[in-house]
C-alpha cells in the first residue's frame, strides 16, 4: 500500500499574505486585522504581528503576494510570440485564457486588488509599493508584448489593453455583470478586436 502524498506546508509569510488577501475579498479592509489573520489562518496569536508588524507592513506584503499569484495566471510556456504570422490570434488566446482563470476561478483575488488599489489610493507609502508590483509585473511586460507586435505606441497601446482587462475584471467580480462571467471564447473574440483595431490589422 502506497503511502499518501502529503501536501508541503505554505512556508509562514505566504499562509499570512494568503490569508490577508482572502480577508479583504470576505470581510473588505475593514475586516482586516493581525488578530483576525491569525485566526483565520489557524496561527498561535500574535503570529501575524511577529511577521507584519503595523497595519501598513501587512497590507504591503498583501499586495506583494497578489502580484505574484496573479502572474501565475499565465505562464511563460503559455505566452505566445506576437511577431509570428498568428502571433495576435495566440495572444488573444493567451490573455483570455489569463483572464479567464481569474474571473471563474480567482474571483477572491480579483475583489482583494480593488480593495487595495482604493487603499493604495489614501496612502502613499502603499501606492508606492502597488505601482513597483503592478509596472514590474503586468505593465512592463504588456508594453513589451505590444512592441513585438509591432505596436508604433506600445505603451498607449498597452494601457488600453490593460484598462479594458481592470474594467471588465471590476464589473464581473463587483459591477454590473457580476453574475455573468464571459466565457473563454467571448474573451478571445474581444481580445482580437481590441489588439486588431490598435494595431490596424
Not at 47 to 54: D, G, I, Y
Not at 109 to 121: F, I, K, N
Not at 138 to 167: K, N, Q, Y
Request: hydrophobic share 45%.
Amino acid at each position: 500500500m502506497r503511502p499518501e502524498k502529503t501536501v508541503p506546508a505554505r512556508p509562514r509569510a505566504q499562509l499570512i499574505a494568503d490569508t490577508a488577501l482572502a480577508l479583504l475579498a470576505e470581510r473588505g479592509m475593514r475586516g482586516l486585522t493581525h488578530r483576525a489573520v491569525d485566526e483565520a489562518a489557524g496561527l498561535p496569536p500574535g503570529s501575524t504581528s511577529n511577521h507584519a508588524r503595523t497595519r501598513a507592513a501587512l497590507l504591503e506584503a498583501a499586495v506583494r503576494r497578489l502580484a505574484e499569484r496573479e502572474e501565475a495566471m499565465l505562464t511563460p510556456r503559455e505566452m505566445p510570440d506576437p511577431a509570428e504570422a498568428d502571433g495576435l490570434d495566440a495572444l488573444a488566446d493567451a490573455l483570455a485564457l489569463a483572464l479567464h482563470r481569474s474571473l471563474t476561478g480567482q474571483r477572491e483575488l480579483v475583489l482583494a486588488r480593488y480593495e487595495l488599489a482604493l487603499e493604495a489610493a489614501r496612502r502613499p507609502e502603499l501606492r508606492e509599493v502597488y505601482d513597483v508590483t503592478g509596472r514590474d509585473r503586468f505593465r512592463a511586460p504588456v508594453i513589451a508584448l505590444m512592441t513585438a507586435a509591432g505596436s508604433p505606441e506600445p505603451e498607449r497601446h498597452a494601457m488600453s489593453v490593460i484598462a479594458w482587462c481592470d474594467g471588465l475584471m471590476f464589473s464581473c467580480a463587483a459591477g454590473s455583470y457580476h453574475a455573468e462571467v464571459p466565457s473563454r471564447t467571448e474573451l478571445r473574440r474581444g481580445f482580437r478586436e481590441l489588439l486588431r483595431g490598435a494595431l490596424g490589422r
